[in-house]
C-alpha cells in the first residue's frame, strides 16, 4: 500500500478537453457512453458516483485530492487520456488518447488499516475476473500488482511468456480513504507500447502487451470498463463484510490460484540493492509473498529458517530468475 506523502498533480493539471469531434477521430477507439454506464453501475450497481473526463494528469491523483476534501466512497474517475499517470514507485504510465483504460475508485474502507495490503491485490484480482468473463482471455496475476496475458509470438504461432496487459496502483489517503486504480492496455499495436523493462538481476520482466495484441474477445472499453468495475465492486463488498479476512471473504484462496508468480523461482530486488532469491511459495494472510530462500535466510515467516515475508512497500521488482 503506498501512502501519499505530498500535494498531488490535481485537477489544476489537466490538459485541455478533447474537443467532441476529435473523440470520433479514430473510429477503433470511440469514446465511452457515460449516461449508459452511470445507468449500468450507479446506485444498484454498487457506485456511488462516475465521471469520464477527456484528459487530466492521473486519475489516482485526482480522487486523492478530492478524498482530502472529504468525499464520500463510491466514487469512479475514468479519463480517457492521462498525461501523467503512476504506477507502483512513481514509474510512469502513458498511452494514447482511448487507447486504454485508465480508472481510479475512491474508498472508505470500514476495515483495519492493518487489512488493506489486500486490496491492490483483489483490485487485480478483480481485471483478471473481467478479463475472464468477458475478454475471453486467462489472465493471470504477478504479486503484488500486474495482470499477465499470454500473446502469441508473431507470425509462428507460439504462445509467448505471460505479458503485462495491466497494472495497478493502491495509494492510502489521509484518514481511513484508498484510492484504487488501475490501467489496463486495451487497443495499442506494437509501436504504441514501452520497450520491456531493463533488469540489472538477470530476471526476466513481464514485457508489455494489449488485449488487442491477446487476442481478446472484445475490445470495447464500455464492455470491460462495466464488468471490471462489478467484480471490484463484488470482490470489495466480500472482503470488507468479512472485516479483511482474505480467508473468510474467498479473495485469498481465489488470489492465490490466479497467481503465476506462486511456485517460481524469483528475484526480489529490495530497496538499496540487495537481490533475494529464492521459490515464491504462497501468499500469506497478510498479502505477503513468502519467499523460500536459495541459500538459507531469517526465520520471518511464521518463524521458519530460510523463509522470509515480502509486503509490497518493501520490494522495488519481484521477477521470475533466467
Known amino acids: 500500500m503506498t501512502t501519499q506523502g505530498g500535494p498531488p498533480a490535481g485537477p489544476g493539471s489537466e490538459p485541455p478537453a478533447e474537443p467532441a469531434a476529435a473523440a470520433w477521430s479514430d473510429l477503433d477507439r470511440p469514446p465511452l457512453r457515460t449516461p449508459a454506464l452511470r445507468r449500468a453501475l450507479c446506485g444498484?450497481?454498487?457506485?456511488?458516483?462516475?465521471?469520464v473526463v477527456a484528459g487530466t494528469g492521473s486519475t489516482n491523483a485526482d480522487l486523492a485530492a478530492r478524498a482530502r476534501e472529504g468525499e464520500a466512497g463510491g466514487a469512479?474517475?475514468?479519463a480517457e487520456h492521462q498525461s501523467a499517470g503512476r504506477g507502483r514507485l512513481g514509474r510512469d504510465w502513458v498511452a494514447p488518447p482511448r487507447s486504454a483504460l485508465t480508472v481510479s475508485v475512491l474508498l472508505r474502507p470500514r476495515v483495519p488499516p492493518a487489512r488493506w495490503a489486500?486490496?491492490?491485490l483483489l483490485t487485480g484480482l478483480a481485471v483478471a475476473d473481467a478479463l475472464v468473463a468477458v475478454a475471453g482471455l486467462p489472465?493471470?496475476?504477478?504479486?503484488?500488482?500486474?495482470?499477465?496475458?499470454?500473446?502469441?509470438?508473431?507470425?509462428?504461432?507460439?504462445?509467448?511468456?505471460?505479458?503485462?496487459?495491466?497494472?495497478?496502483?493502491?495509494?492510502?489517503?489521509?484518514?481511513g480513504a484508498v484510492v484504487l486504480?488501475?490501467?489496463l492496455n486495451v487497443s495499442q499495436r506494437d509501436d504504441e507500447l514501452p520497450p520491456p523493462p531493463a533488469t540489472s538481476t538477470g530476471a526476466t520482466a513481464p514485457p508489455p502487451t494489449?488485449?488487442?495484441l491477446a487476442g481478446a474477445a472484445t475490445l470495447d472499453r464500455d464492455t470491460l470498463l462495466r464488468a471490471y468495475l462489478r467484480a471490484l465492486r463484488r470482490r470489495f463488498d466480500d472482503w470488507e463484510a468479512a472485516?479483511?479476512?482474505?480467508?473468510?471473504?474467498?479473495?485469498?484462496?481465489?488470489?492465490?490460484?490466479?497467481?503465476?508468480?506462486?511456485?517460481?523461482?524469483?528475484l526480489a530486488e529490495l530497496p538499496g540493492g540487495p537481490v533475494l532469491a529464492g521459490r515464491a511459495e504462497e501468499v500469506d494472510d497478510e498479502g505477503r509473498l513468502v519467499v523460500a530462500e536459495l541459500g538459507g535466510g531469517d526465520a520471518s515467516a511464521g518463524g521458519v529458517p530460510g523463509r522470509t515475508a515480502l509486503a509490497a512497500a518493501d520490494?522495488?521488482?519481484v521477477r521470475r530468475a533466467g
Open 44 to 51: 444498484e450497481g454498487g457506485w456511488r458516483s462516475l465521471d
Open 181 to 183: 486504480g488501475a490501467g
Open 243 to 266: 472485516g479483511g479476512d482474505p480467508t473468510a471473504s474467498g479473495v485469498g484462496a481465489a488470489y492465490r490460484e490466479a497467481c503465476s508468480t506462486l511456485g517460481a523461482e524469483v
Open 315 to 317: 520490494v522495488v521488482h
Open 139 to 175: 489472465a493471470r496475476l504477478k504479486w503484488p500488482n500486474d495482470v499477465l496475458v499470454p500473446v502469441r509470438g508473431r507470425g509462428t504461432g507460439a504462445v509467448s511468456t505471460e505479458s503485462k496487459v495491466c497494472g495497478v496502483l493502491a495509494e492510502a489517503v489521509g484518514d
Open 118 to 120: 489486500w486490496l491492490p
Open 76 to 78: 469512479v474517475l475514468v
Open 210 to 212: 494489449s488485449l488487442l
